[in-house]
Nanobody, 121 residues
Framework: QVLLVESGGGLVQAGGSLRLSCAAS????????MAWFRQAPGKARELVAA????????YYADSVRGRFAISRDNAKNTVYLQMSSLAPEDTAVYYC??????????????WGQGNQVTVSS
């Protein structure tokens, strides 16, 4: 059974930082494409950041580029999303997702449970 367990969300003031973690079991993240999505109330799910194990390119949404960073710790089988200079519009439920095929056209077959991030003004 594959599980992606997220942690690290919470309440932070505008301008602050948070780091989200996504720890996997039953799946080796070092061979997967990984992504972070978010969904704010009343809005569509948004792809925030994505990378691939086999390719150097990393995608960031325009709204977070320069403020957020996706990274991995293969020894811990964990992916992170470091978020800095947070703003109220970053408030959302954040999800990690894994693409076991590490494809250039990813299919994220596995998802974390979601983690609330709230940024106060």
């Amino acid at each position: 059974q594959v599980l992606l367990v997220e942690s690290g969300g919470g309440l932070v003031q505008a301008g602050g930082s948070l780091r989200l973690s996504c720890a996997a079991s039953g799946l080796t993240l070092s061979s997967c494409g990984m992504a972070w999505f978010r969904q704010a109330p009343g809005k569509a799910r948004e792809l925030v950041a994505a990378d691939r194990w086999s390719a150097p390119d990393i995608y960031y949404a325009d709204s977070v580029r320069g403020r957020f960073a996706i990274s991995r710790d293969n020894a811990k089988n964990t992916v992170y999303l470091q978020m800095s200079s947070l703003a109220p519009e970053d408030t959302a439920v954040y999800y990690c997702a894994a693409d076991p095929s590490d494809s250039a056209t990813p299919s994220y077959d596995y998802w974390g449970q979601g983690n609330q991030v709230t940024v106060s003004s």
